[in-house]
Every structure is written in C-alpha cells, then in structure tokens.
C-alpha cells in the first residue's frame, strides 16, 4: 500500500484545514486508516482513527472539532481540524492498517507539515 499526503500547511489561531490521504496498492485489505502527528521532541501519537466498520476514535486532544472520515472506496481518509490552535503544530501522517490472511501490516505517509501561527 502506497499512501500520498495532502493539506498541510500554515493556519492562523482558529483556522482550519483539511487533511487529505490517497491509498493504492491492495487497498482491498484496509482494515483502519488514521492520523498520527509529532510534534518537535514529542512522541508520534494518535489523532484519529476510523476502522472499516465506520468506528472513529479521537485523541482528547482534537476530540469535538475535529472529523475523520473516508470515501465510498475506503480507499482516501480526510482529516477536517477546525479551531486549530498553536499545539497543534506538528507533522502529521498518514497511517492504513491491512489485515489479509491473518496478517497484520502498518502502513506510513510521508508526512505533511501543519504548523499554526499568526
């Protein structure tokens, strides 16, 4: 699985922004896809996580303004932060779990850089 990241950038305090990812490959297998970010020192954490079911999980952290959600395909996962604040600032990636055959695999993005800043 290949995965290409879109929609970072620099936002003012308050702003928002959409973060976009592309999956190909054997996109059949999907099992989640999410976010993660690091921020500068800090360990990568979770941000959101939306499993082939339809279940999302948020971090506390964005959890009541931010949205994950995927296409019809399952094959593109979107990240909508609104309020962003300057914590926020980190790089974010893509992340895509498969499961085929009782084997699980992880998947990374390359990274896409958020920073907020006025």
């Known amino acids: 699985v290949q995965l290409v990241e879109s929609g970072g950038g620099l936002v003012q305090p308050g702003g928002s922004l959409t973060l976009s990812c592309a999956a190909s490959g054997s996109t059949e297998s999907i099992n989640a896809m999410g976010w993660y970010r690091q921020a500068p020192g800090k360990e990568r954490d979770l941000v959101a996580v939306i499993t082939s079911g339809g279940n999302r999980i948020y971090a506390d952290s964005v959890k009541g303004r931010s949205t994950i959600s995927t296409n019809n395909a399952k094959n593109a996962v979107n990240l909508q932060m609104n309020s962003l604040k300057p914590d926020d600032t980190a790089v974010y990636y893509c992340?895509?779990?498969?499961?085929?055959?009782?084997?699980?695999?992880?998947?990374w993005g390359q990274g896409t850089q958020v920073t907020v800043s006025s």
């Open positions: 992340n895509v779990v498969t499961k085929s055959w009782g084997t699980r695999s992880e998947y």
